[in-house]
């Protein structure tokens, strides 16, 4: 079993995917990436990674931004608490350490928004410290490689496995390849569904594998049902093509960004709506499912003076858009 690092490596060499931040010189970008890649897609990232260090080019740029730039610059990629942290972070980097990222994982632990997983990230490939990375796909891997039946989402378990790991990438010549190794065999070949055995590194000593156990693991603990909301939202523009947007209100992970307004934010209540809503947004959050049914009208009258937390809106918006703002507005302007 000791050789699996080997064949991992080796595999690695050949099947890695080519990424904007793998192989990047600057720390900065790569600790952009590892916070836009928790929980969200290699594909999803790639034009936001871009986009994002173009406007905000190192770590003081980022310290210093905006909100409705900061805002904006992530708007879609949701999970919003990680660009707030981000720019957080940056801020004590400034004040604390010359605008450098530490070099070590314990240091970069200490850091709004970097937990274990993000600060073995930064540090193995970027400052080649050993310390193993434990994400989703890394606790698959092994789960299905060692049988083991842990819940991965539980800190304490993600620490055992990082510790099973350690000894390894202490010697691997490159630990931040180690790392993406591990990673990259769970996004490509040890998926949730349908794993690729017959291409795997591991194949040899995967004890989930020689049982044909492999859909068994990892064992997922079940969720709780989640609750439901719903809300009436309006579409509305006005003679000259503009939409009207709200200032959002309520969780605090949206507070900067725009949505459509409800009936309460709009300040003319008897204007003409249809009956029947002309579109329902169905969103699953962390915590809970939400259901919009957008009604949608056109003012033909002179737009009233608008109170703070209501605007009108060129499309494309310069506006922070929240996520479902964002999928909703294609639905209508396509048909407009």
Same mark, same amino acid.
């Given at each position: 079993?000791?050789?699996?690092?080997?064949?991992?490596?080796?595999?690695?060499?050949?099947?890695?995917?080519?990424?904007?931040?793998?192989?990047?010189?600057?720390?900065?970008?790569?600790?952009?990436?590892?916070?836009?890649?928790?929980?969200?897609?290699?594909?999803?990232?790639?034009?936001?990674? $871009?986009?994002?260090?173009?406007?905000? #080019?190192?770590?003081?740029?980022?310290?210093?931004?905006?909100? =409705?730039?900061?805002?904006?610059?992530?708007?879609?990629?949701?999970?919003?608490?990680?660009?707030?942290?981000l720019r957080k972070a940056a801020q004590v980097l400034v004040q604390t350490n010359g605008a450098q990222l530490p070099?070590?994982?314990?240091?970069?632990?200490?850091?709004?928004?970097?937990? *274990?997983?993000?600060?073995?990230?930064?540090?193995?490939?970027?400052?080649?410290?050993?310390?193993?990375?434990?994400?989703?796909?890394?606790? %698959?891997?092994?789960?299905?490689?060692?049988?083991?039946? =842990?819940?991965?989402?539980? $800190?304490?378990?993600?620490?055992?496995?990082?510790?099973?790991? %350690?000894?390894?990438?202490?010697?691997?010549?490159?630990?931040?390849?180690?790392?993406?190794?591990?990673?990259?065999?769970?996004?490509?070949?040890?998926? #949730?569904?349908?794993?690729?055995?017959?291409?795997? *590194?591991?194949?040899?000593?995967?004890?989930?594998?020689?049982?044909?156990?492999?859909? =068994?693991? #990892?064992?997922? *603990?079940?969720?709780?049902?989640?609750?439901?909301? $719903?809300?009436?939202?309006?579409?509305?523009?006005?003679?000259?093509?503009?939409?009207?947007?709200?200032?959002?209100?309520?969780?605090?992970?949206?507070?900067?960004?725009?949505?459509?307004?409800?009936?309460?934010?709009?300040?003319? #209540?008897?204007?003409?709506?249809?009956?029947?809503?002309?579109?329902?947004?169905?969103?699953?959050?962390?915590?809970?499912?939400?259901?919009?049914?957008?009604?949608?009208?056109?003012?033909?009258?002179?737009?009233?003076?608008?109170?703070?937390?209501?605007?009108?809106?060129?499309?494309?918006?310069?506006?922070?858009?929240?996520?479902?703002?964002?999928?909703?507005?294609?639905?209508?302007?396509?048909?407009?």
């Open positions: 079993m000791a050789d699996w690092p080997q064949h991992l490596l080796a595999w690695y060499q050949t099947a890695r995917r080519e990424m904007p931040w793998r192989g990047h010189p600057d720390a900065y970008a790569v600790w952009v990436s590892e916070i836009m890649l928790q929980q969200t897609q290699v594909n999803t990232v790639r034009p936001y990674f $871009e986009r994002f260090l173009q406007t905000f #080019p190192n770590i003081r740029t980022l310290a210093a931004a905006p909100d =409705d730039l900061l805002l904006k610059a992530w708007e879609g990629l949701g999970y919003y608490t990680r660009v707030r942290n070099t070590t994982a314990q240091a970069l632990k200490a850091l709004p928004g970097i937990g *274990p997983y993000t600060a073995a990230a930064i540090a193995s490939i970027c400052f080649n410290e050993p310390e193993p990375v434990v994400d989703g796909n890394v606790a %698959r891997v092994f789960a299905r490689h060692n049988l083991l039946t =842990d819940d991965f989402t539980k $800190e304490p378990n993600r620490r055992t496995l990082a510790d099973w790991l %350690r000894p390894f990438i202490c010697k691997a010549p490159i630990p931040g390849d180690f790392n993406q190794a591990m990673m990259e065999l769970g996004a490509l070949v040890c998926t #949730p569904k349908n794993p690729q055995c017959e291409g795997c *590194p591991l194949r040899a000593t995967c004890q989930a594998e020689k049982a044909g156990t492999q859909k =068994d693991y #990892p064992i997922i *603990p079940a969720r709780k049902a989640l609750p439901e909301r $719903e809300r009436d939202v309006l579409f509305i523009q006005n003679n000259e093509g503009q939409i009207l947007l709200a200032r959002h209100t309520g969780e605090r992970l949206l507070d900067g960004f725009w949505e459509l307004p409800t009936r309460e934010d709009f300040p003319l #209540p008897h204007i003409p709506l249809k009956k029947k809503p002309c579109y329902t947004h169905h969103q699953t959050f962390t915590h809970f499912r939400q259901t919009l049914r957008i009604y949608t009208t056109r003012l033909t009258q002179n737009a009233p003076t608008l109170p703070e937390n209501l605007l009108w809106s060129p499309i494309p918006s310069p506006h922070p858009l929240t996520t479902a703002t964002k999928k909703i507005l294609p639905h209508f302007l396509k048909n407009d």
